[in-house]
C-alpha cells in the first residue's frame, strides 16, 4: 500500500531582478522596459513514487527509508515484509530559472499628425525570453525545460488598436518560437551516438514556432 504525505513546504527561495525603464522625453508616448530576473528555489516540492522510495532506500539514501512501513520480521529476519510505503511530495528539488521580459508601447492621437482626423492609436507588446528552467530533484539527471513544449524559449503577445470616443478595434498577434519535446533529444542523421532512454535520437526533432491573429 501507499500513503500520500502533504506536509511540505518551500524551504529557500532567492529572486533577482535587475529592471530598466525607458522613456525619452523626445518620443512623447512611448516607454519601454526591460527586466531581467533570476529564481533559485532550494528545498522545492518534487513527488516521489512508493517504488522510488524504496529503490533509492536501498540505493543509499537513508532520510528515505523511514517512510517505508514494515510488518513485524519472520524468525531469523532482521527486516519485515514492506506493508506500506508513504510516497507523495517531498523537498528535494532544486530549481534555477532566468529570463528576460520585454514590454513597450506607443500612444499616439490621429490629431497630431493630420488635424481632421480623429481617435488614438495605441501599440503594445509583451515578449518573454525563458534562458533556462533547470529542475534537479536529485533523483535522475538534471533537466532544463526553457525552449521545450510547454515552455518555449520566446512569447509575445502584441495588440494595435483604435479608439475612437466609446468604440474600440483591435488586433493582436501572438508568437512562439521553434521548440522541441526535450532539451536532452538529439537530431541527427549520420554519425549518431547510441540512443538511450536518456537521450534517444530522432531524425526530425523540433516543432515550428506558431503566430496567430485575433482580431476584436
Known sequence: AEDGIRDTSVTGVQTCALPILVQPSFFPGFSASLDYWKINLNGAITQITGANIILQCYQGRADLCPNIN???AAPGQTLGPIVSVQQGYFNFAVQQARGLDLEASYELSLSDIVNDWNGKVRLHTNMTHYIKNLTNDNLSPPDDS???IGLPAWVSTSQVSYTLDKITASLTARAFSSVVPD???IQCT???PASNT?????????IKGGLYWDMA
Not at 536518456?198 to 523540433?206: E, I, K, N, R, Y
Open 146 to 148: 526553457a525552449g521545450t
Open 190 to 192: 549520420s554519425g549518431c
Open 198 to 206: 536518456q537521450s534517444p535520437t530522432f531524425d526530425v526533432l523540433g
Open 70 to 72: 514494515r510488518g513485524p
Open 183 to 185: 532539451n536532452d533529444f
